[in-house]
């Protein structure tokens, strides 16, 4: 399907994109001049004047990395750079950059950069190592444009097929999960909405469909909410198996992908950037999946998906 867009949903703005940029940007800069404390997502949002429904997902479409990875590693690569032009104590640096501990620090600098935090300053060639292409670089932080660019550039060599269309508001039938979010749909919780559905002959008209309600930068993974759902006629009886509710319509992003059961994160990604690289406005609803068909009845064995992201309206 070809990008098309309607006067339903705000018409895409290159600003709006980089208003993005210039925003995330913004939440950077407030990390990294406090390394020291504790951050919330919900302050880092709210300095760059985002709403946190979405913001995960934005900062990750123009920097490449969560906010949570973009910190731990802002914080290693500080006290990397710290470690090799001056002489302060380990404990005092770990503390500055963010750590409870120099045991701490200890133990993610070793993960990140192969070696204890002694070992690197003894070395004293600073970013020279096995990670250096992820390292802080002296003479500036980050060129945030440029990454920008680069990361835009790779995104828009993916041929995504993608529209902005007014989507209907359904009525379904769910059976919700917590947990972290995976890769494929729940299969037990859709296993359950089928066998309710399958004798009421819901099955062969509905469409089936998994909504996200949760921000899984701000929610612990066992608390994340996954509905499986199947859309329904309305008036439809309640169930003690199944719980009812309405999916908001309006206007969407649709996205539309065939991906393998790994490849369903990485579609998401893709989504959010195409939307952050053209300069659409995330509405704060959920958003969700739909699904066209079972990978056993694809060639390749791939789901046909389609992201649906709600957008803000004129």
């Known amino acids: 399907m070809p990008h098309s867009c309607n006067n339903r949903g705000r018409a895409p703005n290159r600003n709006t994109a980089l208003e993005y940029r210039r925003r995330v940007c913004a939440a950077m800069n407030f990390i990294s001049q406090n390394l020291g404390r504790p951050l919330s997502l919900k302050e880092i949002a709210g300095r760059a004047f985002f709403s946190m429904f979405h913001f995960h997902r934005i900062f990750k479409a123009v920097a490449g990395e969560t906010v949570s990875d973009f910190t731990r590693r802002l914080r290693l690569e500080t006290a990397a750079n710290w470690l090799v032009t001056n002489d302060d104590a380990i404990t005092g640096i770990a503390m500055d950059c ?3 501990s120099s ?4 133990k ?11 070992a690197y300053r003894k070395r004293k060639n600073g970013n ?11 003479r500036a932080c980050y060129d945030i444009n440029n990454r920008c660019a680069r990361y835009f550039e790779k995104k828009e060599r993916k041929k995504i097929m993608a529209e902005v269309k007014e989507m209907p508001e359904f009525n379904v039938a769910y059976v919700r999960t917590m947990g972290a979010y995976g890769n494929e749909p729940c299969a037990e919780a859709f296993r359950a909405l ?15 469909m998994s909504v996200y309600w949760d921000n899984p930068e701000v929610t612990a993974p066992e608390n994340c909410r996954a ?11 309640p169930d003690r198996r199944v719980g009812l509710q309405a999916i908001s319509g309006g206007p969407y992003l649709a996205c ?5 059961p790994s490849g ?6 893709d989504a959010f950037a195409w939307l952050v690289a053209r300069g659409y406005e995330c509405a704060d609803l959920p958003c969700y999946e739909l699904y066209r068909n079972y990978p056993a009845n694809h060639s390749k064995n791939k789901w046909k998906i389609e992201i649906y992201i709600p957008l803000k309206r004129k």
């Open 98 to 100: 963010g750590f409870s």
């Open 103 to 106: 045991q701490n620090l200890a």
């Open 108 to 118: 993610a600098f070793k993960r990140h950069f192969g070696m204890s935090p002694s």
């Open 128 to 138: 020279n190592n096995s990670k250096k292409e992820n390292a802080l670089s002296l």
């Open 194 to 208: 089928a066998q309710w559905a399958r004798p009421r002959g819901y099955l062969a008209t509905g469409k089936m």
């Open 227 to 237: 509905d499986a759902c199947l859309s329904v006629p309305a008036g439809t009886a």
């Open 256 to 260: 539309y992908f065939a991906v393998k």
């Open 264 to 269: 369903f994160v990485a579609a998401w990604e």
